[in-house]
């Protein structure tokens, strides 16, 4: 084997290079992971974590490597790292789908000494992690083993600059391919292609001799990326639909019997998900907007982002109802406008278009996600389902975060609908505490009332159940909050409140048209069912002192 040097490489440019796919492929293992937990911050922290620690192990052992295979070891590592990293997504996808099958339907009876199943599979999607850092961290000491020590500190300060600016790239490179439709598969095959560019561009540049293991390792490489790309977004694909698709369902039977069916196993699964209807998936800067057809079992299509419930077809008129209908029913009141934070599926704005007779006059819907409402008002299951409502001259739709609209905004408002997702992750939970309620309380005319939908029960971070209804409770009377009224609907649970309580003049001055309004509600016959909760100091969820943690979502 020749290891010859003749026409030196281009240091610098091949470490801008590989620093930037360095932090490209941490950036995409972390990405993926987000994907398959409730727990962003936790997983994504420890992954990046992992992923240095495996830099440092690799930068360690590859001062221990022979000088003089310099550019055959680098070689050998840069074919590696295309064919680990064009194949590191897919086994991750494979890992999940593992997952679910087997440890996801123990959620609810094993306990690996206090770690839930999923956390044992982010534990075992850490050895990839490490493996793939390992490698890179060998790049930066091959590609420059044959400088001398004060050669080296001479090239300290230039070295940083170049790896920082790689680094810079990388992160604007996944940035902009997380914003195209492309699997992640897809974008980790690309990564890989120029790793195994640099490979060839080594081979082919210092005359390494072609020996049969040097063309074995590339015909493996090229296999792999070739593979990848032909098979990514069937894989995607085929893990989406496994995680809403193929789970435990039970059917009993007239003699009482319980018969219990699934998940699919084995050879079958790939027959069972190739008949189940694909799953239209959409990446916004935001989040993963997926739309579920119907299968045939769940009776109605659903929408997810990130993966957690939003609605489905078959009920949501229940939720949507309770949301906007009972709240006027609890605390008498006819507005003349209605703020909507969140909600961008159209549907509570839907909802209070049939509420303009009575005297509803001004409609605004604020939701952070652009394509949310896009999706709304283009996908036409979902349009006719909101019936064209965010189109409507009389609903005006804004794209900002909802909790810097409340504290900036002058607007006053009868009515205000808090629409959230649940505060699983960090992001959410600033939209649950007592700053923010308060400003919603100053967005809110006098007698004026909010409505939010929340889990009364939800699991706990060792998989018990806690009563969540007084810690929302709490925390809205801190904020200023009279007249609070936790209640249920059919399938979820809700909190209104008021800015104060309607004195005894108040109700004596309601309108015709409040009554019409009444009886309009009257005759939905809504069903929901109050419920008590015991407002204390010390359950008051803010920002510095929260009492609102560790809700997981049982989905995952």
């Known amino acids: 084997m020749s290891s010859a040097t003749a026409n030196p490489l281009p240091k610098n440019l091949l470490l801008f290079i590989v620093s930037t796919l360095s932090i490209s492929y941490e950036l995409l293992i972390a990405k993926t992971l987000v994907t398959f937990t409730d727990n962003v911050p936790l997983w994504k922290s420890i992954t990046i974590a992992v992923y240095i620690a495996g830099l440092g192990w690799g930068t360690f052992r590859a001062f221990q490597l022979p000088h003089g295979r310099r550019i055959e070891n680098l070689f050998r590592v840069e074919l590696a790292l295309s064919t680990l990293g064009a194949m590191v997504v897919p086994v991750l996808l494979f890992g999940h789908i593992w997952y679910r099958i087997t440890l996801y339907p123990l959620a609810d009876f094993i306990d690996f000494f206090g770690l839930r199943p999923l956390d044992v599979f982010c534990i075992l999607a850490q050895f990839p992690t490490l493996l793939l850092g390992y490698l890179s961290g060998h790049e930066l000491p091959l590609i420059d083993a044959e400088s001398s020590e004060k050669e080296k500190l001479k090239k300290v300060s230039r070295w940083l600059v170049t790896m920082n600016l790689g680094a810079l790239t990388g992160t604007l490179l996944l940035t902009a391919l997380f914003k195209t439709q492309l699997s992640l598969a897809t974008c980790g095959m690309f990564l890989a292609s120029v790793n195994a560019l640099l490979a060839l561009y080594i081979w082919k540049t210092t005359k390494l001799s072609s020996t049969w293991p040097r063309l074995a390792g590339a015909a493996l490489c090229f296999s792999v990326l070739v593979s990848v790309g032909v098979f990514s977004e069937r894989l995607t694909q085929f893990s989406a639909q496994n995680f809403f698709y193929n789970h435990i369902s039970w059917r009993v039977h007239p003699d009482s019997t319980v018969e219990m069916t699934g998940p699919q196993k084995g050879l079958g699964l790939i027959d069972f998900l190739l008949k189940k209807p694909e799953i239209l998936r959409i990446r916004s800067d935001y989040q993963i907007?997926?739309?579920?057809?119907?299968?045939?079992?769940?009776?109605?299509?659903?929408?997810?982002?990130?993966?957690?419930?939003?609605?489905?077809?078959?009920?949501?008129?229940?939720?949507?109802?309770?949301?906007?209908?009972?709240?006027?029913?609890?605390?008498?009141?006819?507005?003349?406008?209605?703020?909507?934070?969140?909600g961008g599926d159209g549907l509570l704005a839907r909802d209070l278009l049939k509420l303009r007779p009575f005297g509803l006059q001004k409609i605004k819907l604020v939701e952070l996600d652009e394509m949310v409402l896009h999706f709304a008002k283009t996908h036409p299951p979902l349009k006719e389902l909101n019936e064209a409502a965010l189109e409507s001259?009389?609903?005006?739709?804004?794209?900002?975060?909802?909790?810097?609209?409340?504290?900036?905004?002058?607007?006053?408002?009868?009515?205000?609908l808090l629409d959230f997702p649940y505060p699983y992750s960090t992001d959410v939970f600033k939209l649950y505490t007592k700053e923010f309620y308060g400003q919603i309380f100053e967005r809110l005319n006098p007698g004026g009332v909010v409505v939010l939908d929340f889990p009364f029960e939800a699991r706990a971070s060792k998989g018990g159940k806690r009563d969540l209804r007084s810690i929302i409770c709490s925390t809205l009377q801190a904020a200023g909050f009279q007249n609070i009224i936790p209640y249920r609907g059919k399938e979820e649970s809700f909190v209104s409140a008021q800015r104060f309580t309607h004195s005894a003049q108040a109700e004596s001055e309601k309108t015709t048209s409040t009554s019409a309004l009444e009886s309009y509600i009257e005759e939905k016959n809504l069903f929901f069912r109050r419920e008590a909760c015991t407002p204390t100091k010390e359950l008051v969820n803010n920002i510095f002192r929260p009492t609102l943690f560790a809700i997981q979502d049982p989905t995952f």
């Open 289 to 342: 907007i997926e739309w579920v057809p119907d299968d045939g079992s769940t009776g109605g299509h659903r929408l997810y982002l990130n993966r957690h419930f939003q609605l489905s077809t078959q009920d949501e008129a229940n939720y949507h109802q309770a949301m906007t209908l009972a709240p006027l029913s609890q605390h008498g009141l006819q507005p003349r406008s209605a703020l909507i934070l969140g």
């Open 393 to 416: 001259p009389h609903v005006e739709t804004v794209s900002a975060d909802a909790f810097l609209y409340a504290r900036l905004s002058k607007e006053k408002w009868d009515f205000i």
